[in-house]
């Protein structure tokens, strides 16, 4: 049985970091690409960022382009989000998800990913 959980979220100030985990087990972790996505209250989940199963290409959102990093240590099967410059618009539950191959085309279709976590709440206060 595959198994997802996000950890790390929390209350922080506007400007300030925050490092988001993903944990993983019931499948071989670096066979699989992974992404992380956000939804915030009465809108739409979105794609923030994807990392391929070598770890090797990264891909993100608008939205989040430099201020963010995806990064993944397979000997740990844990995923990881830095999060930085943090604005209150990036207030959101974020969510983990596996995708169902190697790579991270059209990463921000939640069609693209099998596994999903229960998420993790980020409050950036202003």
């Known amino acids: 049985q595959v198994q997802v959980v996000e950890s790390g979220g929390g209350l922080v100030q506007a400007g300030g970091s925050l490092r988001l985990s993903c944990t993983t087990s019931g499948l071989r972790f670096d066979d699989y690409a992974m992404g992380w996505f956000r939804q915030a209250p009465g809108r739409e989940r979105e794609g923030v960022s994807c990392?391929?199963?070598?770890?090797?290409?990264?891909y993100y959102g608008d939205a989040v382009k430099g201020r963010f990093t995806i990064s993944k240590d397979n000997a740990k099967n844990t995923l990881y989000l830095q999060m930085n410059s943090l604005s209150p618009e990036d207030t959101a539950m974020y969510y983990c998800?596996?995708?169902?191959?190697?790579?991270?085309?059209?990463?921000?279709?939640?069609?693209?990913?099998?596994?999903w976590g229960q998420g993790t709440q980020v409050t950036v206060s202003s």
């Open positions: 998800a596996i995708r169902s191959g190697g790579a991270c085309s059209s990463f921000w279709r939640l069609a693209k990913y099998n596994y």
């Open positions: 990392i391929s199963a070598s770890g090797m290409i990264t």
